[in-house]
């Protein structure tokens, strides 16, 4: 397969929930068939702290227990960092 044969299509991920769109927010694979993301900007003026997998075999998303979306200043029920963008993460 060279560069050429790649080809960008929109897909539609399932799911009984998805996440809302968002900006510079945390991504990472996770045991090779799994994405995390985390927080976010939902707009310029709102960050959010909510917590989703991607699950790329199957291509659905589910939240992660109990998690919630949150606005500013508020507790997340699983124990995540307040709301945030722009945050930096890695896998070990």
Known sequence: MTRSDWVWEKQDAGGAEKPQPRA???????????????????SPTCRLNDSWMLHTKEYTWSRIKDD???????????GAPSPRANAASCYF
């Open 24 to 42: 510079q927010h945390v991504a990472l694979a996770v045991g090779g068939d799994k994405m995390f993301i985390f927080g976010g900007h939902a």
């Open 68 to 78: 919630k979306t949150l606005g500013e200043n508020k507790a997340s029920p699983v």
